[in-house]
């Protein structure tokens, strides 16, 4: 289920007829610890490059700085970071006020925030005792001047009466904070060297790393949006990587539990990386005879990867999430979405598996749902066997087609697009003709896609249906000021629908898929699915 919060307030009205665009389909969202940056808020990077001057770049604590940069490495062009943390603390700032001093923290926590901080009186009249000019800067280094980063706050005063108490404009900051208690007088004006009119205080070197990421670092709270949760800020993202806690701690099944229901709430696929132990293809296969955790929005790719640790200077043994995230988004790139997921995984040259697989293993892998990732070998010779790719729903419940990879990703992005694609209804007439035109739009949408050979059958019919009228637009969701939108693509067999509704509403767009009798489903048998078991178990609220 997709949810969306008031999106008919954010569209405008338009004379020209809306469209269905086609949503990125390879945006990688990564969680974990970094060497600096914004704590609990996601932050889109389009290189490795950005994610050096935004998060610090490589740091060895940090499994996500090195499964970021196989993500662009290995092809990828859109990120979104969360950066947690685990007992970091930010830089302070004493700024010295008579026989006192003014604390400042810093926002972002971590030894490598550098800020400065300058207090002038200039523009303040000589007989305002209270009132100061105050300039906070991030810096690329300890007494570096190479500013990254400014705001300036101009006559603030530290009285709580005075209109502009800096403790009510700090909490808007990107930098600092205040620390109470205040002093009982403004800061001294900060003078240069030698006496000059500009100076700078730099920040304290108080600033700390923090430890080890737990598994309660990464879920987070959905209520307060950290952890993994802070994604509900983002804009969308199609894949999740949670790397490794430290180099030699899995992600625990607690945070995969959560992360695959939250990225079955956003149409997401979560890439889960092989457990350490699986030291060879034999105890892989071993290992996920008892693995706890499947989920058809859920993806894993073997073995780990080997690469250069530029840090260290030699080869290392690194989770595979990042660069199987990188080579999907590629793929996507050189083809067709319904198509990418059954190209062959290549790693690209200096990458290679930390294990080797051979034809007959990867065959046995993707039987119990492991894909398996290739090396780069030149020239036509040593091509390896071509395996569709496999969620993590084998072995498990579920839908049947949604144990491939493609069938799946498909399915969620055509789903997404629809509903993001339709929001425009709320700001029409809910009745037959808003209805009529919502049906039509999606049907020239899904035909585009059909000609294009994303579904199966030979016509319309068997490859897709839209319904969008009074059968699942009765009185009571009229009243409740929601439109409803039902539809079905066959992914992997005429005939046969993946559904899904989508529900709009003034406060929420929400979109989930329902049963439509899978096994035995006909165009025909649609309207007597719509009565007995899609809206009898729909949650209006």
Same mark, same amino acid.
């Given at each position: 289920?997709?949810?969306?919060?008031?999106?008919?307030?954010?569209?405008?009205?338009?004379?020209?007829?809306?469209?269905?665009?086609?949503?990125?389909?390879?945006?990688?969202?990564?969680?974990?610890?970094?060497?600096?940056?914004?704590?609990?808020? /996601?932050?889109?990077?389009?290189?490795?490059?950005?994610?050096?001057?935004?998060?610090?770049?490589?740091?060895?604590?940090?499994?996500?700085?090195?499964?970021?940069?196989?993500?662009?490495?290995?092809? %990828?062009?859109?990120?979104?970071?969360?950066?947690?943390?685990?007992?970091?603390?930010?830089? &302070?700032?004493?700024?010295?006020?008579?026989?006192?001093?003014?604390?400042?923290?810093?926002? !972002?926590? %971590?030894?490598?925030?550098?800020?400065?901080?300058? +207090?002038?009186?200039?523009?303040?009249?000589?007989?305002?005792?209270?009132?100061? !000019?105050?300039?906070?800067?991030?810096?690329?280094?300890?007494?570096?001047?190479?500013?990254?980063?400014?705001?300036?706050?101009? *006559?603030?005063?530290?009285?709580?009466? =005075?209109?502009?108490?800096?403790?009510?404009?700090?909490?808007? =900051?990107?930098?600092?904070?205040?620390?109470?208690?205040? /002093?009982?007088?403004?800061? !001294?004006? =900060?003078?240069?060297? @030698?006496?000059?009119?500009?100076?700078? &205080?730099?920040?304290?070197?108080? @600033?700390?790393?923090?430890?080890?990421?737990?598994?309660?670092?990464?879920?987070?709270?959905?209520?307060?949006?950290?952890?993994?949760?802070?994604?509900?800020?983002?804009?969308?993202?199609?894949?999740?990587?949670?790397?490794?806690?430290?180099?030699?701690?899995?992600?625990?099944?607690?945070?995969?539990?959560?992360?695959?229901?939250?990225?079955?709430?956003?149409?997401?696929?979560?890439?889960?990386?092989?457990?350490?132990?699986?030291? &060879?293809?034999?105890?892989?296969?071993?290992?996920?005879?008892?693995?706890?955790?499947?989920?058809?929005?859920?993806?894993?790719?073997?073995?780990?990867?080997?690469?250069?640790?530029?840090?260290?200077?030699?080869?290392?043994?690194?989770?595979?999430?990042?660069?199987?995230?990188?080579?999907?988004?590629?793929?996507?790139?050189? =083809?067709?979405?319904?198509?990418?997921?059954?190209?062959?995984?290549?790693?690209?040259?200096?990458?290679?598996?930390?294990?080797?697989?051979?034809?007959?293993?990867?065959?046995?892998?993707?039987?119990?749902?492991?894909?398996?990732?290739?090396?780069?070998?030149?020239?036509?010779? %040593?091509?390896?066997?071509?395996?569709?790719?496999?969620?993590?729903?084998?072995?498990?419940?579920?839908?049947?087609?949604?144990?491939?990879?493609?069938?799946?990703?498909?399915?969620?992005?055509?789903?997404?697009?629809?509903?993001?694609?339709?929001?425009?209804?709320?700001?029409?007439?809910?009745?037959?003709?808003?209805?009529?035109?919502?049906?039509?739009?999606?049907?020239?949408?899904?035909?585009?896609?059909?000609?294009?050979?994303?579904?199966? %059958?030979?016509?319309?019919?068997?490859?897709?249906?839209?319904?969008?009228?009074?059968?699942? !637009?009765?009185?009571?969701?009229?009243?409740?000021?929601?439109?409803?939108?039902?539809?079905?693509?066959?992914?992997?067999?005429?005939?046969?629908?993946?559904?899904?509704? +989508?529900?709009?509403?003034?406060?929420?767009? *929400?979109?989930?898929?329902?049963?439509?009798?899978?096994?035995?489903?006909?165009?025909?048998?649609?309207?007597?699915?719509?009565?007995?078991?899609?809206?009898?178990?729909?949650?209006?609220?």
């Amino acid at each position: 289920m997709v949810e969306r919060g008031a999106p008919g307030l954010e569209l405008a009205r338009s004379r020209t007829e809306p469209i269905i665009a086609r949503l990125p389909s390879a945006v990688t969202a990564f969680v974990g610890r970094t060497l600096k940056g914004p704590v609990q808020r /996601p932050v889109a990077v389009a290189s490795f490059a950005e994610f050096q001057q935004m998060f610090g770049g490589l740091w060895q604590p940090s499994t996500l700085s090195y499964a970021v940069e196989q993500f662009f490495d290995h092809g %990828g062009s859109r990120a979104v970071i969360v950066r947690v943390a685990n007992g970091a603390r930010p830089p &302070t700032i004493t700024l010295p006020a008579g026989s006192s001093a003014l604390r400042l923290a810093g926002v !972002n926590p %971590g030894s490598r925030e550098y800020l400065r901080a300058s +207090v002038d009186y200039d523009g303040i009249p000589e007989g305002d005792a209270d009132r100061f !000019n105050l300039i906070i800067q991030r810096v690329r280094s300890a007494g570096s001047e190479l500013i990254e980063d400014q705001e300036i706050f101009r *006559r603030v005063s530290l009285r709580p009466d =005075s209109g502009r108490c800096l403790s009510d404009l700090l909490p808007q =900051s990107r930098l600092t904070r205040a620390v109470e208690p205040l /002093p009982a007088q403004r800061p !001294n004006r =900060s003078a240069g060297p @030698g006496g000059s009119a500009i100076g700078y &205080t730099f920040s304290n070197s108080d @600033g700390d790393d923090g430890g080890p990421l737990t598994d309660y670092d990464i879920i987070g709270s959905a209520a307060a949006s950290t952890g993994l949760f802070a994604l509900s800020a983002a804009d969308g993202f199609n894949f999740l990587c949670i790397p490794p806690l430290s180099r030699d701690h899995d992600v625990g099944l607690s945070a995969l539990l959560v992360a695959g229901r939250y990225c079955r709430e956003r149409h997401a696929m979560l890439i889960v990386d092989p457990p350490a132990s699986w030291s &060879t293809a034999r105890t892989a296969l071993e290992g996920m005879r008892s693995w706890p955790f499947r989920s058809d929005n859920a993806v894993m790719y073997y073995p780990r990867v080997q690469a250069l640790d530029r840090l260290r200077g030699r080869l290392e043994t690194f989770a595979s999430c990042g660069a199987a995230a990188g080579l999907l988004a590629r793929s996507d790139d050189l =083809s067709a979405l319904w198509r990418a997921a059954s190209e062959e995984m290549t790693l690209r040259s200096g990458t290679q598996p930390a294990v080797a697989v051979s034809d007959a293993d990867r065959l046995r892998l993707a039987q119990v749902g492991i894909n398996t990732l290739s090396a780069s070998r030149p020239g036509p010779a %040593g091509a390896v066997a071509r395996v569709d790719a496999r969620t993590l729903a084998v072995g498990g419940s579920g839908f049947a087609d949604w144990k491939y990879l493609s069938a799946r990703r498909l399915g969620l992005w055509v789903a997404a697009s629809i509903e993001h694609g339709t929001r425009w209804v709320l700001l029409e007439q809910n009745g037959p003709a808003t209805w009529a035109r919502a049906r039509a739009l999606v049907e020239t949408f899904l035909e585009v896609l059909a000609e294009q050979g994303a579904f199966m %059958g030979a016509d319309a019919g068997d490859r897709y249906f839209v319904i969008c009228d009074e059968r699942v !637009n009765r009185p009571d969701t009229i009243a409740d000021g929601r439109v409803n939108l039902l539809f079905g693509v066959a992914a992997s067999r005429p005939g046969e629908f993946d559904a899904w509704l +989508v529900a709009h509403h003034p406060a929420a767009s *929400r979109v989930r898929p329902v049963s439509v009798n899978r096994l035995a489903t006909s165009r025909q048998r649609v309207e007597w699915e719509i009565e007995t078991t899609i809206l009898k178990k729909m949650d209006y609220r």
